[in-house]
């Protein structure tokens, strides 16, 4: 069985300074890891994931985050933050085997960029 | 193309109603899988469906809660003799199937339940 966990449940920031939003993860198998992010009534959107190779990987928006094996960590990091990413971030894992069909979701980290 | 669709987006039913709720997945899109989100909580899955078949129910409960997927039309999810602790966010996800690489999901807007 997997779990997550996201440390932080609110994270306030002011605009254009650095955050880091935490995920720790256990499993008893190997996984890939994902971070969804929700905007206010909406459905999630995925971010960034780990499948396998690299283990920093970046998304399009300017966030990155890196599977930390030994600490079984999958941080998410953004060097300077926008208004614009005020949202709620979730991580989640998935088994390598089996389905592939069970996302295992954090309870979730609401960002709030402050002007 | 459009995306994964959901309907209702909100649903209000009483004590003791029937909610059902209705999920299109993305075009070519053969495998659906259902969420639910509480409040101030994580999404939770429920089930994995491809066609005319449940892959993976290990996260409904017991009773009352039902999902299919027929061979034409949506995928339905059904709450019988809904309780005010049903009251959440259902979220539909689709996706391919492939053997041999990750199958990522895709995601809807959700359906709001509020039970009175």
């Known amino acids: 069985a997997q779990s997550v966990t996201q440390l932080d449940s609110q994270v306030p920031v002011f605009e254009e300074a650095p955050v880091e939003l935490r995920c720790n993860y256990s499993s008893s198998v190997s996984v890939y890891l994902f971070w969804y992010v929700q905007y206010p009534n909406q459905g999630l959107q995925l971010l960034l994931k780990?499948?396998?190779?690299?283990?920093l990987v970046e998304s399009i928006n300017g966030f990155e985050a890196e599977f930390n094996k030994s600490q079984t960590s999958f941080h998410l990091r953004k060097p300077s933050v926008h208004i614009s990413d005020t949202a709620e971030y979730f991580c989640?894992?998935?088994?390598?085997?089996?389905?592939?069909?069970?996302?295992?979701f954090g309870k979730g980290t609401k960002l709030s960029v402050k002007p | 193309n459009a995306g994964v669709m959901q309907n209702p987006r909100h649903l209000v039913r009483r004590r003791g109603q029937e909610a059902r709720l209705r999920c299109s997945p993305m075009?070519?899109?053969?495998?659906v899988y259902w969420y639910r989100q509480l409040p101030e909580e994580g999404l939770k899955f429920m089930v994995y469906?491809?066609?005319?078949?449940?892959?993976?129910e290990s996260g409904m409960p017991k009773e009352r809660f039902s999902a299919e997927f027929p061979k034409e039309g949506p995928s339905i999810l059904r709450i019988q003799q809904v309780v005010r602790g049903d009251s959440a966010a259902y979220f539909c996800a689709s996706s391919l199937w492939t053997r041999i690489s990750y199958n990522e999901q895709f995601f809807g807007p959700g359906t709001r339940l509020t039970v009175l």
């Open positions: 780990y499948l396998s190779g690299s283990t």
């Open positions: 989640a894992v998935s088994s390598t085997r089996g389905s592939q069909g069970n996302l295992i």
């Open positions: 075009k070519g899109h053969s495998h």
């Open positions: 469906l491809q066609k005319e078949n449940i892959i993976d």
